[in-house]
């Protein structure tokens, strides 16, 4: 059985004060409702479990009734960090859950082919991320003011979500993470701490992930007319 956590417990600040971006109107719904709808819509997913912030099931009950969403969730509370909100998804999945998705929910563009191609990989290697080449110039700097050094970009890797495991994996991957006290925005990182290969699923298609306002316009352009 497959399985998705989409993160949805974080606060937006860069949106603004009082702005929830996950709720945000774009291309005709909120934002995290076209994830929703995503994963809701993919095969190889069988149950959905989405962690919110205190307060917000309700919210979240009430786009499932609205937009009559069928495929099976559950809605559970996040922590204070995002790799917390996803020890608690994990906590709430189903014990015959083999593999599990984790999506942040402020991508709402991510196509059923890149959900499946990760949980193919992820069957395979254990682990699996989308991600893009890099193709920016990137320059590394201590102090933020001056370059120390230009990284070689043939071997940079920008990655996003889905990030797609074996449950055994990321529950012993966090759980490293957890015992050490150590702190990633990554989940992919939590395995790379206990040497878990982790296989790059490459994405030619725009995933953007909604974090300020500026990005609205473009997410509805790619919702609209999909790559």
Known sequence: MNAAILVAAGKGT????????????????????????????ATCVHEIILVVRKGMPPAFEALAARFKFQKPFRIV??????QDSVWNGLEALPAEADLVAIHD???????????????????????AVAAQPVTDTIKEST???????????????????????????IRRALAEARRGKLVFTDDTAACELIGQPVRLVSNIAPNPKVTRP?????????LRNPV
């Open 14 to 41: 860069r949106m603004g004060p009082e702005v929830d971006k996950l709720f945000l109107e774009v291309a005709g719904a909120p934002v995290v409702v076209h994830t929703w709808r995503r994963f809701n819509q």
């Open 143 to 169: 102090d933020g003011r001056l370059v120390r050094r230009t990284l070689d970009r043939s071997r940079l890797w920008s990655v996003q979500t889905p990030q797609t495991f074996r449950v055994p994996i």
């Open 77 to 82: 509370l996040g922590g204070k960090e995002r």
């Open 105 to 127: 929910a402020a991508r709402p563009c991510v196509s059923e082919e890149l959900i499946a191609a990760t949980f193919k990989r992820a069957d395979e290697t254990g682990a």
């Open 214 to 222: 500026g990005d609205l316009p473009f997410i509805a352009s790619l």
